[in-house]
């Protein structure tokens, strides 16, 4: 597909199960960035990889987050342990480049609902 | 600390009129700030981009501005249509960070 694509579009879990969490990015597309988005909420940064660099994990909440990105392709969020609070859509982008000056592409999201 | 500001309260406007956002952010000095859109359920689409060196940019009914003295940036859409109902978020970016960060959004509302 031409467009940035997240898998499953929806998950229900129950409260202490792992999950995983899918993003395919735009092909050739160097950045790749994950965000929460709560309900009603804006945009919350978590993790950003460009290209072969050591990944920004700033925005990570907790060590129960964790990331991972092989080379320019798929990126996969893996949330441990999950907490009724981590009940949110996340959001993946990717961009051509890592400069400000490019786009982000988003995907739809997968809403996660933790129960 | 860095931090990024727009209006938390929807703007509710006439059909027709100009609707204009806000975008305040401090202890910043991005390089390029970009604006998206975003409708319930999706995730945001990108709309426009101005530069540090730019005043303002312009694509069709859209128009942004740039004031890196005030630390703002505006947001119109002239001629206003019910379809621009949408939440609209700003992201200053920085060179010195490599990544992009978001406002929280201001949702407008335009009444036919």
């Known amino acids: 597909g031409a467009g940035v694509s997240q898998s499953p579009s929806n998950k229900v879990t129950e409260k202490g199960k792992d999950v995983e969490l899918r993003c395919d990015p735009i092909s050739g597309h160097t950045a790749l960035y994950w965000y929460r988005q709560r309900l009603g909420q804006g945009l919350e940064f978590l993790i950003y990889?460009?290209?072969?660099?050591?990944?920004?994990k700033s925005g990570l909440p907790s060590d129960r987050f964790s990331a991972e990105r092989t080379g320019e392709s798929v990126s996969t969020l893996t949330i441990q342990r999950t907490q009724q609070e981590d009940s949110a859509v996340y959001l993946c982008a990717s961009s051509s480049s890592f400069l400000g000056n490019t786009e982000a592409f988003f995907g739809q999201g997968t809403r996660l609902t933790v129960v | 600390s860095q931090k990024i500001e727009q209006n938390s309260e929807a703007l509710n406007i006439q059909e027709g009129k100009t609707a204009t956002l806000t975008c305040n952010y401090t202890n910043y000095s991005p390089a390029y700030l970009q604006w998206y859109r975003q409708d319930p359920g999706r995730g945001p689409v990108f709309l426009l981009l101005i530069r540090e060196n730019e005043k303002e940019k312009r694509k069709e009914r859209l128009k942004v501005t740039f004031d890196t003295t005030l630390k703002q940036s505006l947001f119109h859409i002239t001629a206003s249509q019910p379809a621009d109902s949408a939440t609209y978020l700003c992201a200053p970016w920085m060179d010195s960070s490599y990544k992009l960060i978001f406002g929280s959004g201001t949702r407008l509302l335009v009444r036919p």
């Open positions: 990889f460009q290209g072969n660099s050591a990944p920004d």
